[in-house]
């Protein structure tokens, strides 16, 4: 696979993000009840978003007390039973308390029924759309590090796990997922089905996940007889491939990397409408982001492929044994995201990543140098530093104990800890069982010093023939050309290596000698097309003799490229106008469309376009704002409309709807779009005439920002 080139990769990282776990500090949750198991009915009515439901919890006392308390936020229950009698009980809004003379030693079940109208940790995707707009419906949750108590009465802290089997009643016609293994699909009546899941081992309440549509699926069987499945909707039948490529390579190497085998009876993955991260490693269940729906094209940009072997590698590292602290975080992430690494080494080679390395030490030096370094034992520390400080600690670890003895300590670790809590110092004693070696050497310098250890990462990233090849090209950057124009030809000489190349690329930019022209129509002539890209992003000005080659750009296997070209080649010929744009008529790009909505834009700036044509492109972008469309999709708009600086009343509606997204990017986009456009006289009459035909929750959310 074609690498990312680096601006882009920053770029990408800065807006993917993944759920980060945060332990409850109320570690007194119930010290004197061992939570044993959750049998749980729940019934789901997504035009209502509601959710009713009935739980058993059977528990264990280990200390005679008078009360104990479920974590239940906001729901109203109509029973509570204790063994089948009728229980005292008092609810406060975020836990329900149970009151009993509970006996030291002795087993009780636990019975509740609720209702709740979830505003988190639930959400009800499209459920009210107009049936002529044909969009996806789904029902999805997302309960990490404490949410999932809004939707089910469960146990907020992570460090409690018990055994937890589901039965979930959905609409009939749609298909529900859940943790565990389907025992039975039984149809209630002409418009209910009911879907029962079971577990075999114990797990932490914030693991619990459904997700509901209408999706078809593939399945899978890993080399050691594992089901998985892969799920998707009809429409994107044929972008099933590229989106999961490579996932039964990636389920079967992590297995054998790890050397434990995978800890639940099957695997399953599931794409979202505006999941708020990219991805969530639910036990056994991973939900993701359907902005990795992608095609072939999109594959050699931005792919699922890291996602897709980081929350598999969470299935070990976090689901099987849980982090006690926050303090432990990295024993999650830190883990995850290097058996992805590994992965992606697996199957993009060693050079790929080597340069994963490369990129994540330039990240974590320049936070360091900056006086922000965070050790990895910090509770409070950034995501930066628990995913990928935490997954260099572990390469430096196993380049100073060896493999053998790294492979040794993470199966012993796993095996003797599994699904229960641990804390970092299990894992060192079992490095420096396997081993026979101390590592305080390296927890003082890897976990608990802030600073990020630059040399001795140097050191190991100049292992790599390939690394040690791209900073003696990357150090040629202050260079006047005429001096280093024959290295830079020779890092675009056959073969190839895109990562050097791109890097020879970014420093012919802004240059406009013969040898310079001489050098773009080499890398041109390469047909690489992450060299080809690096021209698209860098080149701010075409030169004359470039222009043909730079318009064939519109013709690559790349949407970044595809939308860089066609931006830079208006903006600088805009008499070409309609030939650009009928080269790009057809592409629609990524799922936010950053093709196709750019293509609009300029057919609607361009006074030679066709005139009749010019309501329907606009309507077209104009309705990608839709609140039913991917927030992906409608940010993408919102931002044209922004520069065009025209917005219908639907347009305001739906930037209001998106200032009150449960995706968290997207919200504070929109927000601060709302907060720019209400310091504009027009927009804030526009709105206060709008206020009569809002919703009770809008006209509150827009009364309060006019009052700002």
Same mark, same amino acid.
């Given at each position: 696979m074609a690498p990312l080139m680096k601006q882009f990769l920053l770029l990408f990282v800065a807006f993917t993000s993944f759920a980060v776990a945060q332990v409850n500090p109320d570690l007194g949750q119930n010290q004197n009840v061992n939570y044993l198991q959750l049998d749980a009915e729940v019934s789901i009515l997504p035009k209502a978003k509601t959710v009713s439901g009935k739980t058993i919890f059977k528990v264990e006392i280990l200390n005679a007390v008078d009360s104990i308390f479920i974590d239940a936020k906001k729901m109203e229950f109509s029973e509570v039973l204790i063994n089948g009698k009728k229980a005292k009980y008092s609810n406060d809004g975020s836990r329900i308390w149970i009151k009993n003379k509970f006996k030291k030693g002795t087993n009780y079940k636990v019975a509740l029924a609720y209702t709740a109208t979830p505003t988190k940790a639930m959400y009800f995707i499209n459920w009210d759309a107009p049936k002529e707009l044909k969009v996806n419906k789904e029902v999805w949750t997302q309960g990490q590090g404490r949410d999932n108590s809004n939707w089910i009465p469960s146990l907020d802290d992570l460090t409690d796990k018990l055994l937890i089997n589901l039965t979930v009643n959905f609409e009939k016609g749609f298909e529900v997922i859940a943790n565990g293994v389907l025992q039975e699909k039984v149809a209630l009546n002409d418009s209910i089905t009911q879907w029962n899941y079971k577990m075999d081992h114990p797990m932490s309440s914030y693991l619990m996940a459904i997700a509901a549509g209408d999706y078809s699926n593939e399945s899978l069987e890993s080399s050691t007889k594992v089901p998985i499945s892969l799920y998707f909707e009809a429409k994107d039948s044929l972008k099933f491939e590229p989106t999961y490529r490579y996932s039964q390579q990636i389920f079967d190497f992590i297995e054998t990397e790890i050397g434990v085998a995978y800890p639940w009876k099957n695997y399953k993955q599931i794409p979202v409408q505006d999941f708020m991260f990219s991805g969530m490693e639910n036990t056994g269940t991973t939900i993701f982001s359907n902005s990795f729906i992608i095609d072939s094209t999109a594959f050699n940009d931005?792919?699922?492929?890291?996602?897709?072997?980081?929350?598999?590698?969470?299935?070990?590292?976090?689901? *099987?044994?849980?982090?006690?602290?926050?303090?432990?975080?990295?024993?999650?992430?830190?883990?995850? %995201?290097?058996?992805?690494?590994? =992965?992606?080494?697996?199957?993009?080679?060693? !050079?790929?990543?080597?340069?994963?390395?490369?990129?994540?030490?330039?990240?974590?030096?320049?936070?360091?140098?900056?006086?922000?370094?965070?050790?990895?034992?910090?509770?409070?520390?950034?995501?930066? %530093?628990?995913?990928?400080?935490?997954? +260099?600690?572990?390469?430096i670890l196993k380049e100073q104990i060896g493999k053998e003895n790294f492979d040794i300590a993470i199966k012993n670790y796993l095996q003797n800890n599994a699904y229960s809590i641990v804390i970092t110092e299990d894992f060192i004693e079992e490095v420096e069982k396997a081993s026979k070696m101390s590592v305080d050497n390296w927890a003082k310098n890897w976990l608990h010093q802030s600073a990020f250890q630059g040399t001795e990462a140097l050191a190991s990233l100049q292992r790599s023939?390939?690394?040690?090849?791209? *900073?003696?090209?990357?150090?040629? $950057?202050?260079? #006047?050309?005429?001096?280093?124009? !024959?290295?830079?030809? @020779?890092?675009?000489?056959?073969?190839?290596?895109?990562?050097?190349?791109?890097?020879?690329?970014?420093?012919?930019?802004?240059?406009?000698? #013969?040898?310079?022209?001489?050098?773009?129509?080499?890398?041109? =002539?390469?047909?690489?097309?992450?060299?080809?890209?690096?021209?698209?992003?860098?080149?701010?000005?075409?030169?004359?003799?470039?222009?043909?080659?730079?318009?064939?750009?519109?013709? !690559?296997?790349?949407?970044?490229?595809?939308?860089? =070209?066609?931006?830079?080649? +208006?903006?600088?010929?805009?008499?070409? %106008?309609?030939?650009?744009?009928?080269?790009?008529?057809?592409?629609?790009?990524?799922?936010?469309?950053?093709?196709?909505?750019? +293509?609009?834009?300029?057919?609607?700036?361009?006074?030679?376009?066709?005139?009749?044509?010019?309501?329907?492109?606009?309507?077209?972008?104009?309705?990608?704002?839709?609140?039913?469309?991917?927030?992906?999709? $409608?940010?993408?708009?919102?931002?044209?409309?922004?520069?065009?600086?025209?917005? %219908?009343?639907? @347009?305001?509606?739906?930037?209001?709807?998106?200032?009150?997204?449960?995706?968290?990017?997207?919200?504070?986009?929109?927000?601060? *779009?709302?907060?720019?456009?209400?310091?504009?006289?027009e927009y804030r009459s526009q709105y206060a005439a709008l206020q009569p035909t809002l919703s009770p929750k809008d006209n509150a959310f827009l009364t309060k920002k006019l009052e700002n």
């Open positions: 931005e792919n699922y492929v890291f996602v897709n072997a980081h929350e598999l590698a969470h299935q070990w590292f976090g689901d *099987m044994v849980t982090e006690r602290e926050s303090r432990d975080h990295w024993l999650q992430e830190g883990f995850a %995201t290097y058996y992805a690494w590994l =992965a992606e080494k697996e199957i993009f080679g060693e !050079d790929y990543y080597y340069w994963k390395l490369f990129q994540s030490a330039e990240q974590l030096k320049d936070l360091s140098d900056s006086g922000k370094g965070e050790s990895l034992l910090n509770p409070n520390a950034s995501s930066l %530093t628990f995913y990928q400080k935490g997954a +260099w600690a572990l390469h023939a390939f690394i040690k090849n791209y *900073m003696e090209v990357a150090a040629l $950057r202050e260079t #006047p050309f005429s001096i280093k124009k !024959d290295l830079l030809s @020779n890092a675009i000489s056959k073969p190839i290596n895109e990562y050097v190349g791109q890097e020879a690329i970014f420093q012919i930019s802004g240059e406009s000698s #013969p040898e310079a022209i001489d050098l773009y129509k080499k890398a041109f =002539a390469s047909n690489n097309i992450m060299l080809r890209q690096a021209i698209a992003v860098s080149i701010d000005k075409i030169p004359l003799q470039l222009k043909s080659e730079f318009f064939s750009l519109l013709k !690559d296997e790349s949407y970044i490229t595809i939308e860089n =070209a066609l931006l830079k080649s +208006w903006l600088q010929f805009p008499e070409e %106008t309609a030939f650009l744009l009928e080269q790009t008529k057809d592409v629609q790009g990524f799922q936010n469309k950053n093709v196709r909505l750019l +293509w609009l834009t300029i057919n609607l700036v361009s006074p030679d376009i066709d005139p009749e044509l010019s309501k329907a492109y606009f309507n077209e972008l104009s309705e990608s704002t839709s609140k039913y469309l991917p927030s992906g999709l $409608r940010q993408n708009a919102l931002g044209y409309l922004y520069q065009l600086n025209v917005f %219908t009343n639907d @347009n305001l509606k739906d930037l209001l709807n998106g200032a009150q997204h449960p995706n968290y990017s997207f919200k504070n986009y929109c927000e601060s *779009m709302l907060k720019k456009l209400l310091l504009k006289e």
